[in-house]
């Protein structure tokens, strides 16, 4: 490799011809040159793969990608492993440089290495190796007559932000296991590191709870679902429902993890919590309503029926908590995500017991008593080692100390949150919900909130301008939203996901400009090479002329609203 090192090399935009162009990378390197006049590296049945210390993951998972795209088994080399074709090592020099994420990569004709800051270097960096062979590198098996070239290049990368997020929402409606582990596949392709996964709300709860099991024999279950939007007068009359055991979900983690991905759940509390309440009726406000007879929801919204403000609920709570540490350990997940968004207030207003409660605690009303409940899970989760992060919304009533926010309504909850020392997770629903609509078209099926096209992500910027150094500082990355109420399969999450996701993973990842100067026709032109990626993936993303025939959903209301959407 060493004379790789030595060889001459030209920035992407220099005047020599490469002997083969760099593919159009996404997400965007910090740096790509090409090596002038260099041949490029044909992988052939002799060729090895070889791991440094700290690069044993990256190495096995690029053979068994690679392994099974190209048919080439690519074992490590009999001898020295400095011979090996491809060489795939951890470098302290290199962490120093690029941090534990980054990574170099130097190909040439007698091969290919990475040397990365850390292990999840090692792993982006075997993923930018991957991109490098071309589409057909995302197969599963090899299609006849392939060849393999690496072009000659050498890239310096590392990501802007740590928290490189996607939220599923497999609460409105299900995805099953092996669509986690797809999308974990997808989120590691486009360098994305954590998928937040919402677990509970008032349509389903998705996570096996061993002390409580009626949460998922009951509350995991609905007889129907409202088809498309809540004004849709339609129902799908299919039953609907499915959860994660508790193997599930330590699969789901391990595989996320071997692919420097971390889930970070959520049980979203005290709103959104009907599945919950129908599944044990003592957690909602029986004394305002007969909470036994009410059912997993199958209508869309915000439903009226929250938790209780009671000791015996967050006993409750506690128990299920204590389960899911277990399944999400620290090292993998430190946060625990609390929800604590869109609470009805209606029916601690309207109790008896709830109005006690408030005095009894002495808190500032219905709104002291949401966060009471917060601040509970902080202390509690503090107690336990791990990090409390919910959405924008625990900010009303005084925010936990040590709490982190999602800041979902706009920027201004993150911002606030920021100035005071909070880290931030940015995914304002004006740039980043991914189940708004693309396009403006009547085409786009079940329609749902603004038009957010590929290049309104492209211009998303996680940190406003504005904030401070020090509060700049408290923004841990971004997240893109897919809420699912009009995703009733993986078809649909697809279509909804991609191919914004890539441009949001070239925002979180790369080091662009501002919104204004970002050379969006430049990326538009990388996403010729990306769908070709996305295809060999089988992804059923919207073409860039709207969608297929059967991706539309003629006849089923969605919500649109026209015009940009406000800011909070
Ligand atoms: C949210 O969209 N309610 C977080």
Redesign the pocket.
């Known amino acids: 490799m060493s004379a790789l090192r030595n060889s001459r090399c030209t920035e992407r935009n220099g005047d020599a011809a490469p002997a083969v162009a760099a593919p159009d990378l996404i997400p965007a390197p910090l740096s790509t040159g090409t090596t002038a006049g260099a041949d490029p590296y044909e992988l052939t049945p002799a060729s090895t793969l070889a791991a440094g210390p700290g690069g044993e993951g990256a190495a096995a998972w690029l053979r068994r990608e690679l392994g099974a795209a190209t048919g080439l088994p690519l074992l490590p080399p009999a001898g020295d492993p400095g011979t090996a074709g491809l060489r795939i090592a951890v470098d302290a020099a290199t962490g120093k440089e690029l941090g534990p994420e980054g990574y170099r990569l130097t190909a040439g004709p007698e091969g290919a290495e990475v040397l990365a800051g850390g292990p999840a270097g090692a792993f982006w960096g075997a993923q930018t190796l991957r991109q490098l062979l071309g589409p057909d590198a995302y197969r599963r098996a090899p299609l006849p007559g392939r060849t393999w070239r690496l072009p000659a290049v050498r890239i310096e990368d590392r990501p802007r932000f740590g928290w490189r997020g996607m939220l599923l929402d497999v609460a409105r409606h299900f995805m099953p296991k092996d669509g986690v582990l797809r999308y974990i596949d997808l989120l590691a392709a486009h360098k994305l590191n954590v998928l937040h996964l919402h677990l509970t709300d008032d349509q389903g709860w998705r996570v096996e709870i061993r002390r409580y099991p009626r949460l998922t024999e009951v509350g995991a279950w609905r007889p129907r679902s409202r088809w498309g939007h809540r004004a849709s007068p339609l129902w799908n009359e299919t039953p609907h429902g499915g959860f994660y055991t508790q193997d599930d979900i330590r699969e789901i983690v391990a595989y996320a993890a071997e692919r420097h991905v971390r889930v970070v759940p959520e049980i979203d509390v005290p709103g ?1 919590s009907l599945a919950a309440i129908a599944a044990y009726p003592h957690l909602g406000n029986a004394d305002v309503v007969d909470t036994a007879a009410l059912e997993v929801w199958d209508d869309w919204g ?1 439903s009226p029926h929250v938790l209780a403000p009671t000791e015996d609920v967050l006993r409750f709570y506690e128990g299920v908590f204590e389960e899911l540490l277990e399944l999400f350990p620290a090292e993998v997940s430190p946060f625990v995500h609390i ?1 604590g ?2 609470c009805p207030k209606d029916e601690w207003r309207a109790s008896p017991a709830a109005q006690a409660r408030i005095r009894e605690l002495g808190v500032a009303g219905e709104d002291g008593l949401q966060s009471w409940f917060i601040r509970h899970f902080d202390g509690w989760l503090a107690a336990r080692g791990r990090r409390l992060i919910g ?2 919304e625990i900010l009303e009533g005084g925010l936990a100390p040590g709490a982190a926010v ?1 800041s ?2 706009g920027y201004a909850g993150g911002i606030a949150a920021a100035e005071a020392g909070h880290d931030v997770v940015m ?1 304002p ?1 004006q740039h980043v ?1 991914l189940d708004y609509r693309q396009s403006g078209s009547p085409d786009e099926p079940m329609p749902i909130a603004y038009v957010r096209t590929l290049e309104d992500v492209y211009r998303f910027e996680p940190v406003p301008p504005g904030l401070s150094a020090d509060a700049a500082a408290h923004v841990l990355g971004a997240q893109a ?1 897919v ?1 699912t109420e009009v995703m009733a399969d993986q078809g649909r999450v697809d279509y909804q996901v991609f191919p914004r996701l890539a441009a949001f993973a070239e925002v979180v990842w790369s080091a662009l400009p501002a919104p204004a100067d970002r050379d969006w026709p430049g990326f538009e032109a990388r996403m010729t090479a990306h769908y070709a990626r996305l295809d060999a993936l089988g992804v059923g993303y919207r073409p860039p002329g709207g969608p297929l025939p059967w991706q539309r959903r003629p006849g089923v209301l969605g919500r649109p609203r026209e015009g940009a959407p406000p800011e909070a």
């Open positions: 959104h915000i929800g968004d869109e959405w924008d999602s979902w309504r995914c629903e919900y939203n809420w």
